[in-house]
């Protein structure tokens, strides 16, 4: 097992690997390989903690880093990290490569000076590796609701002080759902289709803590 860097000619594989991951997981089909197509060339994405996982020469797991902030009632600014997507074969899924890979990029990002991520995702997946609610944090997104799916992780012991604060992604995010899908067409045909994993997802999205 292997970890390191992605490179400019490992692109194409993990866009598919991504495409595996995601296929009808949140919504019938996916988005989350255009996402990793275009966050690259993104100022706020970080080459540094852009990783992947080879096993017998062959990608089966990626791990991929943005900046992030957080901003006070004061507009004060805390700069953090938030990742996404994290995709992982579905052969080598529920094995604990991804932890492994998750866990891995912690320590790369302590190297690099980073103290604290924010995510969004699904609790059931992270709270092992030791993400709590943003509610504990006083963490909001921008309609100072506290989501379930918000998720916090200090990689240093108090690294959020204490306030109110709200979460403020990168603008990568935010894409226009049309390239997404010409994008996709550029790939093998798959059918789109409803999974039960679709319904946990709206759950979790349209949830909030209080």
């Known amino acids: 097992m292997l970890i390191r860097n992605e490179v400019a000619s490992d692109y194409r594989e993990v866009e598919e690997l991504t495409r595996k991951a995601f296929w009808n997981l949140y919504v019938p089909g996916c988005i989350e390989h255009y996402l990793v197509h275009i966050m690259r060339n993104h100022k706020d994405f970080l080459p540094a903690l852009d990783l992947v996982m080879e096993c017998d020469h062959s990608i089966i797991a990626n791990i991929m880093y943005t900046k992030a902030r957080l901003v006070d009632e004061k507009g004060k600014e805390k700069s953090v990290l938030t990742f996404g997507p994290l995709s ?7 094995k604990g490569y991804g932890k492994k890979l998750l866990e891995y990029s912690f320590q790369k990002a302590v190297e690099l000076g980073y103290d604290a991520i924010v995510i969004l995702g699904n609790p059931e997946n992270y709270i092992s590796s030791g993400f709590k609610s943003s509610k504990r944090y006083n963490i909001c997104t921008g309609d100072k609701i506290f989501p379930t799916a918000l998720l916090v992780k200090e990689l240093c012991e108090g ?13 990568v995010f935010e894409f226009d759902p049309q390239a997404a899908e010409a994008f996709d067409q550029t790939f093998e045909k798959l059918e789109k289709k409803y999974q039960v994993s679709q319904e946990l997802f709206y759950i979790y999205s349209h949830s909030q803590v209080f």
């Open 88 to 94: 992982v074969l579905p052969a080598y899924q529920r």
């Open 159 to 171: 690294a959020i002080p204490k306030g109110n604060w709200t979460f403020q992604e990168s603008p």
